[in-house]
């Protein structure tokens, strides 16, 4: 096995190299991301391995702050069958051999998988060449890779069940973190794609929120912006309408309540910063992951979770109106603590010490 720091041949002196890899969505590489400034507050300038196709290059290909980064040509195997299926095997296979070169030259000695189909190629170099593994996985549904991957890992992270760590959550989180007491505004979050059954439902609730002088902030997403915006001023009522906001923690901090979806990201980002939350999860999510992340936290009277089609104005304001929304904000605070990513980070840098 190697270790997680070796010798510079030139000054003697003793470095560490780590290499990241995963991606193809925003739950996945915000990990890295997290995981990568950690490092770099240490003196460790990570390596990276992710694909061109899916999000990895648009995250980063053009960060400098990664010592050298390898996109390579792979695609998902898992839903494509017959022929595509054995293509995409081919093109994996390939694409491990271009990864354990790539970690062979840059004498690669810990690796943190986040999952993803892009993690395949590195995951499985490291395992052939010996390298510690270590994986981390965002839900509480354990997605394929990382399930086939566990056994060979030295250590698996997750922020649920037993041996869990902190989620990684950006610290602005933690910094306007209260505890909520009464609600004033309320937040609807689909995502960054936006989810038409929260923004239907948002709009079935503003007349009643409008009338108690509750405030409605809305993120819609792109596609739905226009269709939304233009009903709130149908219906007369001055809302907080965005697409997008990539300083969304402002407008969650400012908020009181939540309903939103259940990605792993944004729901530790909501428990992060104790704001009571409705969890409508994304129905089609592999494995039902979406669901069973929200019921980590209504399992421990810390949220509360509805399917798209059991939504309900009554569920709503059973909530508004009866349930203790102090002593859930406080629960939220027994749930996750700050500097998961720096946690994971030290783990790595710890190999071989």
Same mark, same amino acid.
């Given at each position: ?10 000054? +003697? ?19 890295? $991301? ?15 391995? +992710? ?8 995250? !980063? ?18 839903? $494509? $069958? ?73 250590? !698996?992270?997750?922020?649920? +069940?037993?041996?869990? *760590? ?7 989180? !933690? ?20 989810? =038409?059954?929260?923004?239907? !439902? ?13 405030? *409605? ?15 709130? +001023? ?11 906001? $990539? ?26 910063? =104790? ?49 203790? *929304? ?28």
């Amino acid at each position: 096995m190697g270790s997680g720091k070796s010798t510079d041949p030139q000054s +003697g002196s003793t470095r560490h190299s780590v290499l990241l890899t995963g991606g193809g969505t925003g739950g996945h590489l915000a990990i890295v $991301r997290a995981v990568k400034e950690e490092l770099l507050k240490r003196g460790v300038r990570p390596f990276y391995i +992710g694909s061109e196709s899916g999000q990895d290059r648009a995250w !980063f290909g053009d960060d400098e702050t990664f010592e050298h980064h390898l996109f390579l040509p792979t695609r998902g195997v898992v839903n $494509r $069958r017959g022929f595509e299926k054995m293509a995409s095997l081919l093109q994996m296979l390939k694409a491990a051999k271009r990864a354990r070169r790539f970690m062979k030259k840059h004498r690669i000695q810990a690796v943190l998988s986040v999952g993803g189909f892009s993690a395949a190629p590195a995951s499985f170099a490291a395992i052939f060449s010996g390298i510690p593994l270590y994986i981390h996985e965002q839900n509480a549904v354990s997605g394929r890779l990382n399930r086939l991957l566990k056994p060979f890992a030295r250590r !698996f992270f997750s922020s649920y +069940g037993e041996g869990r *760590i902190d989620y990684p959550v950006a610290d602005i989180f !933690f910094e306007t973190a209260r505890i909520r007491t009464k609600i004033e505004s309320v937040i609807f979050l689909g995502g960054s794609q936006g989810a =038409r059954a929260i923004n239907d !439902f948002a709009l079935k609730m503003a007349p009643r929120l409008h009338r108690r002088g509750i405030a *409605i902030v809305h993120q819609t997403g792109a596609s739905d912006y226009g269709r939304i915006r233009e009903a709130y +001023g149908s219906l007369g009522i001055e809302a907080d309408v965005f697409a997008f906001d $990539r300083a969304l923690h402002t407008r969650i901090a400012a908020a009181d309540f939540a309903v939103s979806r259940a990605g792993a990201s944004t729901l530790w980002e909501l428990a992060a910063n =104790r704001i009571p939350t409705l969890f409508v999860p994304y129905p089609y999510a592999a494995g039902d992951h979406q669901y069973h992340n929200a019921r980590y936290l209504t399992d421990r009277n810390a949220a509360w979770v509805s399917r798209e089609e059991r939504l309900s104005p009554d569920l709503f304001w059973d909530i508004i109106e009866k349930e203790e *929304i102090a002593a859930v904000s406080q629960r939220l605070a027994t749930l996750i603590a700050p500097h998961g990513a720096g946690k994971i980070a030290e783990a790595l840098l710890a190999e071989g010490r």
